[in-house]
């Protein structure tokens, strides 16, 4: 097992393992299927390889669709009894693969590279394609790279951004089937990054121009509803909290307010955190918005049909985490198990924050956003939790950036609990590395 450079934290990164093979050129993005212990990693060698998360060996390859490098992808939510991945690349096109789900996903000695550039093979190909990955379709419309690719909630919604500034919504009217229902052009450069809300229809992006764009549908049309101003270089990836706060137990005789300041973070919603070449990692809060009154109707009044509800939202900084990183922050990722947040970049780093109740003195303000911003933050006044640096590890790919961070539930022999998550990096040196936090 190889060994990092470990900067003193409350815990320290253990690497698990390293999945087999790598690619043989810079890995991109790395995503956990939503129900099987499966893991695909885009790749500058226009593939995607499905690795399995139980011996972290390749358990099959996607190649043959793009004609340039496979920049991001995405699982499709909700599916039962076949898996769905949404590939976005360079080509300016996203394309869509299938396959039935085989159940005991035992990987393959040797893994079959899935190839869709020659057509033909008689009836012993169709049966082998039976059994692997299908490429279904493929999306064209934008004018340049996609950079990332992302499916709603509801798996409803596939989302899609590039580099020719704009942001796509395709609705899947059926299997096979996908219908345009949006162009937004808000972005004046870049759209590096696209994520969904976890239960709302509403969709956010992230742009070279440092902006962050929120949209959500209209009576028919889908339309910019918050711009989020803050960072000062290109924001590269964004996340949506997870819903609950798992990290924010209630006990004890500070729980009367420490419940009202919860049940505040509830009305405004899941937050949003995001990252940027700045070296910030910003957290930003949506203001509930305030019930309308009644409208009269009595009295020869009549009730008004006209829809007069404002779309917009506002959304504030609440926090900035604390500054580790020395280059561009390309990537961070909410725990949807522990609360906890991981970042990674240009530097090599990943750290991982935790938010925590802030202890000692007096009863702080449980509005929030009333503080939690250190180390050189804006801020200076004291709120109710504090993001801490939980763990913090230099050169996690040794010399080579990294791309990517996510969190994954662990499937090895190896876990200590059945719920267990490990922290995945995905990097320029083709490695997918998988971590463990040892507290």
């Known amino acids: ?51 399995s998360l139980t011996t972290s060996t390749l358990h099959s390859t996607i190649s043959g669709g793009h004609k340039r490098s496979i920049r991001s992808c995405a699982w499709k939510p909700g599916t039962k009894g076949e898996s769905v991945l949404a590939t976005g690349s360079f080509d300016a096109s996203a394309g869509i693969w299938r ?83 949006a162009v937004l052009q808000e972005h004046e450069g870049d759209v590096k990054c696209v994520v969904w809300h976890p239960t709302e229809e509403l969709l956010a992006s992230a742009s070279y121009d440092d902006t962050i764009r929120l949209y959500r549908e209209d009576l028919d049309d889908w339309a910019c509803v918050a711009l989020i101003r803050g ?11 997870p819903i ?16 009202a300041f919860l049940a505040q973070l509830e009305a405004s919603g899941p937050r949003l955190v995001s990252a940027s070449d700045d070296q910030t990692i910003r957290i930003w809060r949506r203001k509930p918005r305030a019930k309308p009154s009644a409208p009269a109707t009595g009295q020869g009044k009549i009730p008004s049909i006209i829809r007069t509800g404002s779309i917009e939202e506002d959304w504030v900084q609440e926090s900035i985490l604390p500054r580790r990183h020395e280059r561009a922050i390309y990537s961070v990722a909410w725990s949807k198990q522990s609360g906890w947040i991981v970042s990674t970049g240009g530097d090599g780093k990943v750290v991982v924050y935790s938010e925590q109740w802030r202890e000692g003195g007096e009863e702080p303000q449980v509005e929030p956003g009333g503080g939690n911003v250190t180390d050189g933050g804006e801020k200076t006044e004291e709120g109710a939790t504090e993001w801490v640096v939980l763990a913090e590890m230099d050169g996690a790919h040794g010399v080579f950036e990294v791309n990517h961070v996510c969190w994954a539930k662990r499937y090895d022999k190896g876990k200590r609990a059945a719920e267990e998550e490990m922290i995945v990096t995905t990097g320029d040196d083709g490695e997918v590395k998988a971590w463990a936090l040892d507290i």
Request: aromatic content about 10%; overall charge negative.
């Open 244 to 259: 609950g706060h798992p990290s924010l137990a209630v006990t004890g005789g500070e729980a009367q307010w420490r419940s």
């Open 1 to 51: 097992m190889s060994t990092s450079n470990l900067t003193t934290a409350a815990a320290s990164l253990i690497l698990l393992s390293t999945f087999k093979p790598p690619s043989s050129s810079r890995a991109w993005l790395s995503a956990q299927h939503p129900y099987l212990p499966l893991l695909a990693t885009a790749s500058s060698d226009k593939s995607v390889r499905i690795y």
């Open 99 to 181: 396959r039935w789900d085989d159940g005991g996903l035992v990987p393959r000695p040797d893994p079959v590279e899935q190839d869709y550039t020659m057509n033909g093979g008689g009836d012993d190909a169709d049966e082998e394609e039976d059994e692997e990955w299908r490429f279904s379709v493929v999306l064209d419309g934008h004018e340049s790279e996609v950079k990332s690719v992302a499916w709603s909630a509801g798996g409803q919604f596939l989302a899609t951004c590039s580099r020719d500034k704009s942001v796509w919504i395709w609705e899947e009217m059926e299997d096979d089937n996908f219908e345009t229902i």
């Open 231 to 241: 960072h000062d270089s290109t924001v590269w990836s964004i996340d949506f909290e």
